[in-house]
């Protein structure tokens, strides 16, 4: 009777099997697929260390000068959210994107400032709009939307933009008045309210404590507009605030959306 100790010469030992194997297809060095993993690990990792469940937090690609190619290096990767900072960025990146976003699997949101005269070429091409920071602008929105018959479930998603620093560099209605913007907006035909944006101060050396406080003043305003009660309140739960260089200390305080691109696609390329 053989020897059932031995393995027999069809079936190599255990280790040499398992070096025999081939391995698992690693991200290569420094490639879009590679700093997604790393950006998604923190964005986990923050969550975790700050009691949350990670998939509370959605990961924005922001794809400013980034071409349609790369952007669909991203999508390939699983990514489903995007956001554009400038209307002809968005308006020439659309024919690449235009099947994702039709199917559903693709949202794609207006993260920098927004002109009126601009506002039917974002309508056209964009799920949300997360920089309103006026009532005439969501006016002039909310007119255009009724006018194209997109009501109720086919309203345009919007957020009101928030500038917790008061920087005038920064956009945004002060935190004072975001109350009172966001319901307003949010009783408009035509707009879906759905949370409140902004950028974090500068993170400068000890600074943290500052950039936490403003991520924490948005959620306060969030929390205040969710306790009114007002119409149409009741869905603005997102928190779309944290870059790449301070998205830790944003989930810490309540987001829900961090807006992370050079993490993502490596240094921009010169203009």
Do not use: W, Y
Not at 5 to 12: T, V
Not at 63 to 88: S, Y
Request: proline share 6%.
């Amino acid at each position: 009777m053989p020897d059932q100790s031995q393995p027999s010469a069809a079936q190599p030992p255990t280790a040499d099997r398992a070096a025999a194997a081939p391995a698992a297809a690693q991200p290569a060095p420094g490639s879009v697929a590679e700093r997604l993993a790393v950006v998604r690990g923190r964005i986990a990792a923050a969550a975790v260390a700050a009691g949350r469940d990670p998939g509370e937090v959605r990961l924005l690609v922001a794809t400013k000068t980034q071409t349609p190619d790369a952007v669909l290096e991203a999508l390939a990767q699983g990514v489903d959210l995007i956001g554009e900072n400038r209307v002809q960025e968005l308006v020439a990146k659309a024919p690449a994107v235009a099947g994702r976003v039709a199917d559903g699997s693709l949202e794609v949101h207006m993260i920098g400032h927004l002109q009126r005269n601009k506002i039917n070429q974002v309508l056209a091409t964009a799920t949300c709009l997360e920089t309103l920071d006026s009532l005439d602008l969501a006016q002039a929105i909310s007119d255009r939307c009724v006018r194209d018959g997109r009501t109720g479930d086919r309203a345009l998603e919007v957020m009101v933009q928030v500038n917790v620093t008061g920087e005038v560099s920064k956009s945004g209605v002060g935190p004072d008045d975001a109350v009172a913007l966001a319901t307003a907006v949010a009783a408009l035909p035509g707009l879906r309210l759905t949370g409140f944006m902004t950028i974090g101060a500068r993170l400068d050396g000890s600074a943290g404590e500052t950039v936490r406080a403003g991520f924490a003043r948005l959620r306060a305003v969030r929390d205040d507009v969710l306790a009114s009660g007002a119409p149409g309140t009741g869905s603005a739960t997102e928190l779309s605030m944290g870059m790449t260089g301070d998205l830790e200390l944003a989930i810490t305080e309540g987001a829900t959306i961090v807006r992370v691109g050079t993490a993502v696609f490596g240094p921009r390329p010169a203009p």
